[in-house]
C-alpha cells in the first residue's frame, strides 16, 4: 500500500495505527493535522496517510526480550517478598514458642 502514503507494510497495520491514533485523539491528543474534519478517526487516517504518526513493527525476539525482562522483575519482587515475610516470621515465632512453653 505505497501508494497513498499508506504503511508500507499492510493494510492491517494501517488500520492498528489510525485505531491508535483514533483514540489519542478521543483522549485530547491535539490533531497534527489542520483539516476540516470531525471525526477522529478521520483525522487520524489523514495523519498515519501523512506519515505524520512514528510507529514501528516489533518482531518477536523484541516481545520475547521485553517478557523475559518483566518476568525478572516480577521474580525479582516476589523473592524480595517471601524473604521479608520470612524475615517477619522470624521475629514473631520466639515469642510465641515462648508462649507455648509456658
Known amino acids: 500500500m505505497a501508494e497513498d502514503g499508506m504503511l508500507n507494510d499492510s493494510f492491517y497495520l494501517f488500520v492498528e495505527v489510525a485505531a491508535q491514533r483514533t483514540m489519542q485523539l478521543m483522549r485530547g491528543a491535539k490533531p497534527k493535522l489542520d483539516v476540516r474534519a470531525h471525526k477522529y478517526s478521520t483525522i487520524a487516517c489523514a495523519e498515519v496517510r501523512g506519515d505524520l ?28 517478598e517471601i524473604a521479608q515475610a520470612d524475615l ?10 515462648k508462649a507455648e512453653k509456658e
Request: glycine share 0%; proline share 5%; net charge negative.
Open 53 to 80: 504518526i512514528p510507529w514501528e513493527t516489533v518482531t518477536d525476539e523484541q516481545i520475547v526480550a521485553e517478557l523475559a525482562e518483566k518476568q525478572a522483575v516480577v521474580e525479582e519482587e516476589l523473592q524480595a
Open 88 to 97: 517477619a516470621r522470624a521475629e514473631v515465632t520466639p515469642a510465641a514458642a
